[in-house]
């Protein structure tokens, strides 16, 4: 290989500090825009207008207010607002959301809940 071939160590900081830099705006950005839709059968964590995950209400065991650091996380920059869904199988048994209005959210989740059919958990 030639000299002219190679990256020189300023155009490798450059790139770097530029990728860096356009995924940490995209993170942010999409910590921003994190949204929770109750559908008709499932509750959707959606990021950037594209849903990331998928819970089926059958699956949902119980939601309380609150969060541990313990739990997978979906969530946006209001910490205050912290839901925890308790599944009733998988490998992560919580997962914390924050909805803009978690009593409200709330509310409606466990109105869902209760119309959904219970699965077995074996």
């Known amino acids: 290989m030639t000299a002219g071939q190679w990256l020189t160590i300023?155009?490798?900081w450059v790139w770097l500090l530029t990728t860096s830099a356009a995924l940490g705006a995209i993170t942010v950005y999409g910590v921003a825009t994190l949204k929770f839709r109750l559908g008709a059968e499932a509750l959707e964590i959606?990021?950037?207008g594209?849903?990331?995950?998928?819970?089926?209400?059958e699956d949902i065991q119980s939601?309380?207010?609150?969060?541990?650091?313990?739990?997978?996380?979906?969530?946006s920059f209001r910490l205050g607002?912290?839901?925890?869904?308790?599944l009733r199988r998988g490998k992560r048994r919580?997962?914390?959301?924050?909805?803009?209005d978690p009593e409200a959210f709330l509310?409606?989740?466990?109105?869902?809940?209760?119309d959904a059919?219970?699965?077995d958990t074996d």
């Not at 509310?107 to 209760?114: D, V």
């Open 50 to 57: 594209v849903p990331f995950r998928t819970i089926r209400y």
């Open 81 to 86: 607002n912290r839901v925890t869904l308790h």
């Open 94 to 100: 919580a997962i914390v959301i924050t909805p803009p």
């Open 10 to 12: 300023p155009e490798v």
């Open 117 to 119: 059919p219970a699965r």
């Open 46 to 48: 959606l990021a950037l």
């Open 63 to 75: 939601a309380d207010r609150g969060g541990s650091l313990l739990n997978e996380h979906w969530v």
């Open 107 to 114: 509310q409606n989740l466990r109105r869902r809940l209760q």
